[in-house]
């Protein structure tokens, strides 16, 4: 093992409280475990994030309107 990742491993570990072993098998089982996807595809999000964002700012004239 390079000593500049050995280093890195050994800063990890101690911050995470574990061993190095344990902090190299923590992040090979990361590394693995299934990536979880979500099930709305961007072009929705996009949508969804600009309705939010027009709803926010017709809402936010209406609350400065009460000052």
Not at 9 to 15: G, P, R
Not at 41 to 60: G, M, N
């Amino acid at each position: 093992m390079q000593p500049e990742l050995r280093a890195h491993l050994e800063s990890a570990a101690e911050h995470s409280g574990r061993s190095m072993n344990a902090e190299i098998v923590a992040r090979l089982e990361q590394t693995f475990a299934p990536q979880k996807t979500s099930s709305v595809p961007e072009r929705r999000k996009l949508e969804l994030v600009a309705e939010y964002a027009s709803w926010c700012d017709r809402h936010s004239r209406d609350v400065l309107k009460s000052f």
